[in-house]
């Protein structure tokens, strides 16, 4: 990567990361109804800074947390608290999550979860449960699973669900794969488990997401986006990683608005159906969504 703007372990932020305070009607009743019906979202827990675009207007989107809210990993990056037995899963969650859903009228959401290592399928039958029920009550609403690194029965058990977007993160580029990720994690089983959800249902569409800005560089951050295509991911984002405490790993570069329009245009390049590239891009990011709803609601017309 290019020389680093601001030295980011004393320098300020750049001025393109920073944004306003989250507020507005739309915001407000989602904010209360979250509390109100005791969800765990990923946009308060992981404290993303493009909640107050999401959760305003008529096409409102969310990311919901299954499964509690501890995870059994310790990814370096992560503000998510980390257990070694999480709390068992509650067995109203599923139809609370879709009967939830539904009354939050959402036009796209997407489940995800804490990884789960301590249960004997990782929790994909819960998860899958929650996908059924919000179809049962929201059925216009577009669903995205953003799930562990689920391989063979566990991830077949989830597809039989049919989510609409299946999208697993492989994070990182693969050379710091054991410094930032879990060392249960790895850059191949992340696309062995894009690989095989194509393989199980060719329909679906996939996606995955690289933080950038951790000491990669160009090359490497290209052959991932190339090996992530070559597995047949159709979405694609890159954004900016940022520090959550002093606790996690330091960020080593801040990348430029302009840097990551040119790796768009190279994603673009590569064949992927959508590139969301920006420095407050994150997985869950609601221009991505709203253009990935299009095309699902194309794909479901035919």
Excluded at 16 to 43: F, I, N, Q
Excluded at 49 to 54: D, K, L, M, S, V
Excluded at 59 to 67: F, I, K, R, S
Excluded at 160 to 174: F, G, M
């Amino acid at each position: 990567m290019s020389a680093p703007l601001t030295d980011p372990a004393r320098g300020p932020k750049p001025p393109w990361l920073k944004v306003p305070l989250p507020g507005g009607e739309g915001y407000t009743r989602l904010k209360s109804l979250a509390h109100e019906l005791d969800l765990h979202t990923v946009c308060e827990e992981a404290r993303c800074p493009n909640i107050g675009e999401c959760w305003k207007g008529d096409h409102a989107t969310m990311t919901l947390m299954v499964l509690g809210d501890e995870c059994t990993r310790r990814c370096r990056f992560c503000a998510v608290k980390t257990v070694m037995q999480a709390a068992p899963p509650d067995s109203d969650e599923p139809e609370n999550v879709g009967r939830a859903v539904g009354r939050m009228e959402l036009d796209y959401v997407v489940v995800t979860s804490v990884d789960r290592d301590d249960l004997p399928d990782g929790g994909s039958e819960h998860y899958a449960a929650c996908v059924r029920s919000i179809r049962r009550h929201a059925p216009s609403t577009i669903v995205e699973t953003l799930i562990p690194d689920y391989n063979g029965a566990d991830l077949a058990r989830l597809m039989e669900a049919r989510p609409d977007v299946l999208a697993h993160n492989v994070e990182v580029v693969s050379r710091l794969q054991r410094k930032i990720r879990d060392p249960r994690c790895s850059f191949e089983r992340s696309l062995d488990t894009l690989r095989e959800a194509k393989e199980l249902a060719a329909d679906t569409f996939t996606k995955s997401s690289i933080m950038v800005g951790l000491g990669e560089s160009e090359d490497e951050l290209v052959e991932s986006m190339r090996e992530l295509r070559g597995v047949g991911v159709d979405f694609l984002t890159l954004g900016q990683y940022l520090r959550p405490t002093t606790n996690h790993a330091p960020v080593r570069e801040y990348l430029s608005p302009e840097r990551f329009h040119e790796l768009e245009l190279e994603g673009r390049a590569m064949g992927f159906a959508y590139v969301a590239s920006g420095p407050l891009v994150r997985s869950s990011y609601k221009a991505g969504e709203f253009f990935a709803a299009k095309l699902v609601r194309t794909r479901r017309a035919q």
